[in-house]
């Protein structure tokens, strides 16, 4: 039991010591409404008592595909639709032979591939997203049961993105145009050209991108309430937050389809938390934890959707107002703490679920229609534009269902005196399944500490 007792401890003395050591190079903060990276807050952040409360960890996460809004998997820049040739070339079309100067389908400026125009020719676009750093949180007791707190970091994220021409494969054989599938090998290397030709017509150039920029700052009040030995409990731990996010993270910027936004992507925030924790009996413990999220909208200058193609990888530009829609989460937990000599295990289940946001074309002189005000044509029904509307506001929408598997040792339980009665932890988050959002793992490893 001494031996176990030891590499315990010293497993968790060198990950401090990795998380110092990180400390001075990369950040990340709590709540967030973000599709990419779900930084999950710990239920022992908000039931802690003591006057200070600091805690930091280090978090490295990895995703390579998502959940598609369809079902099953799709690569991550497909969050926003599929990349097909004939629709974006159609908005180009539309916004540069409306606003000039005129633009030529380059399909039929390359020879072997002219019989493509008009045709759809989709490129299947996959990447890997990769982030790490170090994530901070601080609370202070203001006044008997109420405390403030504060969340904050620096985050460094890769994304990386590749394209791959769509021929037909057993399982989408149907879907794929027969010019496509019949496509020889130095054809295919034509239409790549065409590709690149329209993502330079279009001003995008970078398939990649690597940031390192602060997070949003999450600031908080808690209210705090613990009964002993009520409602057949050894004791009830309530606990209610309410608190504002301030959007001092990056944007995504409009030229690179590929880079992910960290956070609330320049949307302010405030936020409701409830969780209440029940001890069973000693060292068993239940909890559940209860959450509202609610955005302002943003107005800025974005791509805007002439009709089917992806919002990223649109012609059109000008001023959109995204109202974000409500983001709720529930998430019950289980603890067993103290199994041998100060060692805690728990685990969790998390649901999150993110409303449609709500967009508004707010262009002040509007030559080229959006999607949002396309009218009935000729060459356009008003079960196109009702089909391209309900697209495109569904992308926006997106659920997960993730597990934490967690472990943490305590070493004033154990009967030894450290400084600032640290609590060392590891957390592995594990997405479950989902529509709309990246498939991200995380891990979590950190100190906390209280004086």
């Given amino acids: 039991m001494r031996v176990m007792h030891k590499q315990i401890t010293q497993f968790f003395s060198a990950a401090s010591l990795v998380v110092v050591f990180l400390s001075f190079h990369n950040t990340w903060a709590g709540h967030n409404t973000s599709r990419y990276f779900r930084y999950l807050e710990r239920p022992e952040e908000t039931l802690q008592t003591s006057r200070w409360f600091v805690s930091t960890q280090a978090f490295f996460t990895t995703a390579s595909t998502a959940f598609s809004d369809e079902g099953g998997n799709t690569g ?63 609370a202070y007791q203001l006044w008997k049961q109420f405390y403030i707190g504060a969340n904050f970091g620096i985050a460094r994220v890769e994304t990386k993105c590749r394209y791959h021409l769509n021929q037909g494969t057993d399982e989408i054989f149907d879907t ?74 990056h944007r995504t910027p409009i ?3 590929c880079a992910v936004p960290h956070h609330s992507n320049g949307h302010w925030g405030f936020y409701l938390d409830g969780n209440t924790e029940l001890e069973l009996k000693p ?28 919002a990223t990888y649109s012609a059109l530009l000008g001023d959109l107002r995204v109202n974000p829609g409500t983001t709720f989460k529930v998430s019950p ?36 229609p959006s999607f949002l005000t396309q ?58 399944g989902g529509s709309s959002i990246m498939k991200t793992h995380h891990i979590h490893i950190g100190v906390d500490l209280r004086f």
């Fill in 283 to 310: 060292n068993w413990h239940i909890g559940v934890i209860l959450s509202f999220m609610f955005q302002l909208s943003d107005t800025r200058c974005r791509r805007i959707p002439v009709l089917f193609e992806p």
């Fill in 76 to 138: 991550i820049p497909e969050l926003w639709g599929k990349y097909d040739l004939r629709d974006i070339i159609n908005s180009i079309e539309t916004v540069r032979n409306t606003c000039g100067p005129e633009f030529t389908n380059p399909f039929l400026l390359t020879p072997g591939v002219e019989g493509l125009a008009g045709h759809s020719v989709i490129f299947d676009v996959d990447g890997k997203v990769r982030s790490g750093g170090l994530f901070f949180h601080g």
């Fill in 375 to 432: 009218r009935p044509s000729e060459d356009l029904t008003e079960g196109d534009i009702f089909t391209a509307q309900a697209q495109q506001l569904r992308r926006t929408r997106w659920r997960a269902h993730y597990f934490t598997l967690g472990l943490s040792y305590e070493p004033k339980e154990a009967q030894m005196k450290w400084p600032l009665d640290p609590v060392f932890f590891i957390n592995y988050d594990i997405p479950l």
């Fill in 333 to 368: 937990y289980a603890s067993l703490k103290n199994i041998v000599d100060g060692l805690h295990l728990n685990g969790r289940y998390t649901y999150l679920r993110h409303d449609a946001d709500t967009w508004t074309d707010e262009r002040t002189i509007c030559c080229v």
């Fill in 255 to 257: 030229n690179n389809p």
């Fill in 176 to 249: 794929c145009d027969p010019l496509v599938r019949d496509l020889l090998p130095s054809e295919v290397a034509q239409v790549e050209r065409v590709r690149l030709a329209v993502n330079r017509e279009l001003g995008i150039r970078q398939s990649d991108s690597d940031k390192i920029d602060f997070t949003d700052i999450d600031l908080y009040v808690r209210w705090n309430k613990i009964w002993d030995h009520a409602l057949m409990m050894r004791t009830i731990n309530l606990n209610i937050l309410g608190g504002v996010l301030f959007p001092s993270g």
